[in-house]
Nanobody
Framework: QVQLVESGGGLVQAGGSLKLSCVVT????????MGWFRQAPGEQRELVAD???????RYADSVKDRFTISRDITKNTAYLQMNSLKPDDTGVYYC????????????WGQGTQVTVSS
């Protein structure tokens, strides 16, 4: 298992930017995927973006061309650069990790709140 600590959230106006960070500790040698998820009020948690150890990325359609996921393996850290933020991006953002089988761990960090005002 791993432990995940997210940071970098906040309140921003529409059109603004934020950069989230996620530090991973624990069984990091097993990690292939790192992903960012978000949960809006009253909604289910959804995948926003993820990235393999080899650098392959995928994004939710709603954030393509606005968000960028990156990783610094030497620092065991994943990032999510969010630009052109919209009120619909509001929610709690979580990161998670998955080994080679692609199944994300069942434990989650505390998340970081992102609020975008119109």
């Amino acid at each position: 298992q791993v432990q995940l600590v997210e940071s970098g959230g906040g309140l921003v106006q529409a059109g603004g930017s934020l950069k989230l960070s996620c530090v991973v500790t624990g069984s990091i040698f097993r990690i292939n995927l790192m992903g960012w998820f978000r949960q809006a009020p009253g909604e289910q948690r959804e995948l926003v973006a993820d990235m393999t150890r080899g650098g392959r990325t995928r994004y939710a359609d709603s954030v393509k061309d606005r968000f960028t996921i990156s990783r610094d393996i030497t620092k065991n850290t994943a990032y999510l650069q969010m630009n052109s933020l919209k009120p619909d991006d509001t929610g709690v953002y979580y990161c998670n990790a998955a080994p080679m089988d692609g199944t994300y761990y069942t434990s989650w960090g505390q998340g970081t709140q992102v609020t975008v005002s119109s």
